[in-house]
């Protein structure tokens, strides 16, 4: 426990590192160095946590009745509290934190001098991420190599990096607003850094490219992505080691996102906890659109034949008799559905994980509600996986004695509409074999079963 050496006078946040304070907080708090326990006992003043606790209700969206009820206290109580009227007990602000997915040391506005930013950093995010020592020594080492890099870097008189821009944005007040400012950001950095709807380069060179270098570490699985932005370190994201490699790369785009959204001294630490939060929406808005830009997941779908009503109507204006004509367009039935696979063809294209593909796909207008519960059953997310497993692209490695070897996209193309022509009923089951034997000679893994067993899911 925390040990109090003659404080000067109790403070309203001093239950925060006394005995008060919860078992489990305690400790985790008992792991962290004495240097960081002084600091975090020089919390003090209710008006910090009033203002805190304010902003950290109004980001999550709740109204100070609404968080009465899930607390079970009084509404005139949280608005004592929130205008720094009311002390705040130790448990309260467990709860608080608790409700608001954000650690206790943040609430109650602690923070460490300059001289000592690996604690500062490792302080703001204790209550998060210090369950085992392996933890606090793993983001020291972190922080450790950004100072010394910045160090040396100053020692050659090099410029300091200046990092992507930063975006003057207001807080959103709703979900929605939320979403538009993340896919309208997205938007403005991918025509910034020259990609407009093309695919993603390799995530992690694009960040540090913009002074944003990417960490991975073994964390928790909850936590998916720290970010951390503090002038003796600059900024830098930390993603976990342990989640897949899809995964990492939409815990990057988000990170990034808060890079170009969040100002110097920012420290977010993203779990499941805080996804609501609606700082953490617009950051996931940032991260879809960043990786789905919406034209080009449109023109994809688009060069798949699909993307088209089923109908469409024109109208044409005859001079002569001065009346206007009518013409009506129907699509061949079935052709405009969107599939597992088609939908996993984006996901090749663009590196982005299956479901947040659909999401923006029914975002786009793609697809309608109705397609989108369909096309996330789990035997076609499970068949998706399996596809991409498949067709990931690597070095060729086709069957001994076969001399060509496509290193381009045309086995997956081919397959994929194999697939969708005998989903039209436009070749047979017979015909469909005959292209398994063939690409089977360039994929290994795929036999005639096994992409007889795709095309008749994809029916």
């Avoid at 309260?92 to 460490?112: I, M, N, Q, S």
């Avoid at 392996?134 to 990096?161: C, F, K, N, W, Y």
């Avoid at 896919?183 to 910034?192: C, D, T, V, Y």
């Avoid at 990417?214 to 993603?239: G, K, M, N, Y």
Wanted: proline share 6%.
């Amino acid at each position: 426990m925390p040990r109090k050496e003659n404080p000067p006078a109790a403070s309203d946040t001093d239950d925060v590192a006394d005995g008060e304070t919860g078992a489990d907080v305690i400790a985790k708090w008992q792991r962290l160095t004495p240097p960081a326990r002084s600091l975090l006992a020089q919390a003090s003043g209710r008006e910090p946590l009033a203002t805190n606790l304010r902003k950290a209700r109004e980001n999550r969206g709740l109204s100070q009745a609404a968080v009465a009820k899930k607390l079970r206290l009084s509404r005139s109580l949280v608005a004592q509290i929130e205008l720094a009227n009311r002390p705040v007990t130790a448990d309260e602000l467990a709860k608080f934190a608790d409700l608001y997915g954000t650690p206790a040391v943040e609430l109650t506005g602690t923070r460490v001098g300059t001289g000592d930013p690996v604690t500062v950093t490792l302080l703001n995010l204790a209550p998060a991420l210090i369950k085992e020592f392996d933890t606090q020594s793993r983001i020291h080492g972190v922080l450790g190599e950004l100072m010394a890099a910045s160090h040396l870097g100053r020692m050659l008189e090099r410029p300091a990096r200046t990092g992507p821009p930063t975006y003057p944005l207001p807080s959103p007040r709703t979900v929605a607003e939320a979403i538009r400012q993340g896919e309208e950001i997205a938007e403005q950095e991918r025509e910034r850094l020259g990609l407009r709807d093309a695919p993603l380069p390799e995530l992690a060179d694009l960040c540090a490219a913009q002074g944003v270098p990417v960490f991975a570490l073994t964390l928790p699985d909850e936590l998916s992505l720290l970010f951390i932005a503090h002038a003796s370190v600059e900024r830098a994201l930390v993603v976990n080691v342990t989640h897949d490699a899809v995964r990492q790369r939409l815990a990057i785009a988000h990170g990034y996102a808060h890079a170009v959204c969040e100002p110097m001294g920012s420290i977010r630490v993203c779990t499941k906890g805080n996804a609501n939060e609606l700082i953490e929406r617009r950051a996931a808005a940032f991260a879809a659109a960043f990786l789905l830009p919406a034209s080009g997941v449109v023109d994809t779908v688009r060069g798949l034949g699909k993307g088209q009503a089923s109908r469409r109507v024109q109208w044409l204006f005859d001079a002569a008799t001065e009346r206007s004509v009518r013409a009506e367009e129907r699509s061949t039935p079935g052709s405009q559905v969107v599939t597992y696979l088609d939908v996993a063809w984006i996901v090749r294209r663009f590196g982005a994980a299956y479901r947040l593909t659909v999401s923006r796909l029914l975002g786009q207008g793609v697809i309608a509600e109705a397609d989108s519960t369909r096309l996330l059953k789990p035997k076609f997310v499970e068949l998706a996986g399996e596809w991409l497993t498949l067709f990931n692209p690597r070095a060729a490695t086709p069957h001994p004695g076969y001399a060509i070897s496509v290193l381009s996209d045309l086995n997956a193309e081919r397959a994929h509409m194999a697939v969708e022509a005998y989903r039209r009923g436009l070749i047979t089951k017979a015909d469909l074999i005959d292209e398994a034997v063939t690409l089977s000679l360039q994929v290994p893994g795929l036999s005639e079963t096994k992409l007889l067993e795709f095309a008749e899911a994809a029916r």
